[in-house]
């Protein structure tokens, strides 16, 4: 059986948002993370002033970025044409998220990657592709990104998504069984996405109908996202 603890006065569901803790010190370190950490750790000591963290979609860039964010002080930045992008990337360090799928100019990137090493500032970006792999057209920007540090983030492993998922529920002042635990991880998606969105699920699931997580109750929500959840 489940050990459920909850705070006093949380007995409807969707009434109450929920955080999940996203600093440094809630970062679950395995090896597939260990260089990116390292890299993030290392600000402002980089080895290039600019550092894109490239992995899948759910692997933890945005947790890494949103840690440097704080700890830097960088500012959000989109390099289109017509923004002040380069100006921003002048004053102090910047973060480019999603490239791939934000897409940008390649003239006013070039120009802001010219900006941060001009000026001694640090430039981070996230994508699920490698640089080379982006429609850039522009000659020297591709020079540029030829000179930029990459580190590769791979897709979460069992025992680290078994980490987040108990990480996740504590966040929730949940405590379930590892069996549990190990059952939703043989059944679901490979991402620290899937692995959010099935444990709100499951607490909204179960205080709605005023019961317990279980294997049943998790067998329900992974049908739901179209994973192969079996009964054995």
């Excluded at 499951?202 to 279980?214: E, F, H, P, W």
């Amino acid at each position: 059986m489940n050990d459920v603890k909850r705070k006093a006065g949380e007995q409807l569901p969707l009434v109450f948002s929920h955080d999940a803790a996203s600093g440094r010190d809630d970062l679950l370190v395995s090896d597939r993370l260990s260089a990116a950490v390292t890299i993030i750790d290392a600000w402002p000591q980089w080895p290039s002033p600019v550092v894109i963290l490239a992995g899948p979609v759910g692997s933890g860039k945005s947790h890494l970025a949103s840690i440097w964010k704080e700890h830097s002080g960088a500012v959000c930045i989109h390099p289109k044409r017509g923004s002040e992008a380069a100006v921003t990337a002048a004053n102090g360090p910047v973060l480019f998220e999603d490239v791939d799928r934000l897409g940008f100019d390649d003239t006013e990137l070039f120009h802001v990657i010219n900006s941060v090493r001009e000026n001694g500032n640090s430039l981070l970006m996230t994508s699920r592709l490698w640089p080379m792999s982006w429609p850039v057209e522009l000659p020297d920007l591709r020079s540029r990104l030829k000179a930029v540090t990459v580190v590769e983030i791979g897709e979460p492993d069992e025992e680290l998504l078994s980490q987040v998922i108990v990480k996740l529920f504590s966040d929730r002042q949940l405590n379930i069984d590892d069996k549990l635990v190990l059952y939703i991880v043989n059944r679901m998606e490979r991402s620290l996405n899937a692995a959010q969105t099935i444990v709100e699920r499951l607490d909204r699931l179960a205080l709605a109908r005023g019961t317990k997580i279980t294997r049943a109750l998790a067998a329900e929500v992974l049908n739901e996202l179209g994973n192969s959840a079996s009964s054995d």
